[in-house]
Structures are given as C-alpha cells and as structure tokens.
C-alpha cells in the first residue's frame, strides 16, 4: 500500500515539533498545537474587549490585543500545515506584538520629545530588519529566536521597573502591579520550561512517555 500524501504536501519549516503529525485528523498536521494557538486568539480577543470597554485604555493597547490575537491564527496556520510560508505567520507576528507591547510599556506623557519622536521609528525599524533577516536566511531559526528573547528580556525588565519603582502610585496599584507582573513571568517561564522539556524528549517527532 503506497504511503498516504499528506493533505498540506511534505512540511517545508525550519523546524518540527514533538507531535505525530495528522494523527488527529486527516487535514490537520498537529492537531493539539493547532487547537491550542487558537487560545492565544481567543485571549486577544478577550483582552480587546476590555480594553474598548467603559474603561478605554487607548489605541495601543487594542492594537496589542489585536497583534496578540493574529500570533494566534498565525500559530495555528502553521502547526496545522508546517508549511514555510504558515512558519513566517507564526514567528514575524510575534516579533510585531512585542514591539507594541514595548510601545505600551514606553508610552508616557512625561516622555521627553526626543523619546516621543524616536520611539516609534526605532521600533519599527527593529520590526523591519528582523523581516529581513528572517526572510533572506529563512533556513535558519536562530535569528527569530535570539530577536524574540532580546524583546522578551526586555519586556521583563521594564515591566519589573514599572511594577516597583514608576510613582508617583498608589499601594494598592502598585500591589495589583506586582501581583500581575510575578503572574506573568511565572506563567511564562512555566512555559517555556514545558518547552524546554518537550524538546528534550522529543526523538523521532514523539515525546517519550
């Protein structure tokens, strides 16, 4: 019996995960990452929802959850086809919705002018030259990951400052700000810890019981 061509053609990324691909469904490469990208979406949108709501918190920050939500589709394009193409709508995004969130993060009234005029440019451009790179060495993922964490570390930082050192602020804000900040990192490095172990005992695109 010939082998069964897979529905979106032999995967072209730059990488493969631990999961069997199409055991779940004829039309979907991984199924379990597919279903759970589709989260980062549904998370976006919620976050979107508040930030219109009665409390508005400003353009940015619909523009964040928006990005957010596209990382999402983008993810589940391309765990669902491990396509190339699906790979770039996964990783590019990611890199735009940090740099919103960084832009989030930096925005204030008691910006200095120079700040106000460089911030956006700057950023833009790092979002630029990142497409680039990814785009002209597209074999290779490292860029993506060492662009992505410079982002990350940064994000971490300015968040921790925020938290425990911006004023003038209330107590209470202040505590709901550390209390977010402690939540965020926590969740995250809990998950890239998860990360981290599935590649280990990966062999053979199967996580080892």
Avoid at 89 to 96: K, Y
Avoid at 169 to 179: P, V
Avoid at 183 to 194: D, E
Wanted: charged share 10%; glycine share 6%.
């Amino acid at each position: 019996m010939s082998e069964r061509i897979p529905y979106w053609g032999t995967p072209t990324a730059s990488l493969e995960w631990c999961e069997e691909n199409y055991a779940m469904s004829p039309y979907i490469c991984e199924f379990w990452n597919t279903l759970s990208s589709l989260y980062i979406t549904a998370i976006g949108l919620v976050g979107l929802c508040l930030v219109l709501g009665p409390q508005r918190t400003g353009r940015a920050h619909a523009l964040a959850c928006i990005s957010l939500s596209i990382v999402g589709i983008g993810s589940a394009l391309f765990h669902g086809t491990l396509l190339y193409t699906f790979q770039l709508m996964d990783e590019l995004p990611m890199i735009f919705v940090s740099l919103v969130f960084i832009y989030c993060s930096l925005d204030s009234p008691r910006n200095s002018k120079l700040m106000k005029k460089l911030m956006v440019p700057f950023l833009t451009l790092y979002g630029l030259i990142t497409t680039l790179v990814m785009l002209i060495n597209s074999s290779n993922a490292i860029w993506h990951q060492v662009a992505y964490a410079f982002l990350v570390f940064f994000l971490i930082l300015r968040s921790a400052y925020i938290s425990y050192k911006l004023s003038p602020m209330s107590s209470q804000t202040k505590a709901k700000f550390k209390y977010l900040f402690w939540a965020a990192l926590i969740t995250y490095g809990a998950g890239y810890l998860c990360w981290i172990v599935e590649r280990k005992l990966c062999v053979d695109h199967y996580v080892i019981p």
